[in-house]
Nanobody, 114 residues
Framework: QVQLVESGGGLVQPGGSLTLSCAAS???????MGWYRQAPGNQRDVVAS???????NYAESVKGRFTMSRDNAKNTVYLQMNSLKPEDTAVYYC?????????WGKGTLVTVSS
């Protein structure tokens, strides 16, 4: 089972930037990796995903502001978040999918507030 550990969350002012990291316990080169977020009282929604080949897709709400990337040599994926808004406040979760395999991290909290 792949263990996923997110890091990089914290408190940031509106308009600021954060970079989240998700480190995996083993190779993720074959996995589709995703970042999801869940705000209090809301469902967990996909923010971005990236294929094993490096093609990324984004939710409309973050297009042009967030960038997802992967470094298979380091078994790590990243989410660069710019121009953050209060509505980006949520727990951000890393996800790995490959066939029947579906793994989640425990999440990292991002709070956007002045």
């Amino acid at each position: 089972q792949v263990q996923l550990v997110e890091s990089g969350g914290g408190l940031v002012q509106p308009g600021g930037s954060l970079t989240l990291s998700c480190a995996a316990s083993e190779s993720i080169s074959s996995y589709v990796m995703g970042w999801y977020r869940q705000a209090p009282g809301n469902q967990r929604d996909v923010v971005a995903s990236i294929t094993s080949g490096g093609s990324a897709n984004y939710a409309e709400s973050v297009k042009g502001r967030f960038t997802m990337s992967r470094d298979n040599a380091k078994n790590t994926v990243y989410l660069q978040m710019n121009s953050l808004k209060p509505e980006d406040t949520a727990v951000y979760y890393c996800n790995a999918k490959w066939g029947w395999r579906n793994y989640w991290g425990k999440g990292t909290l991002v709070t956007v507030s002045s």
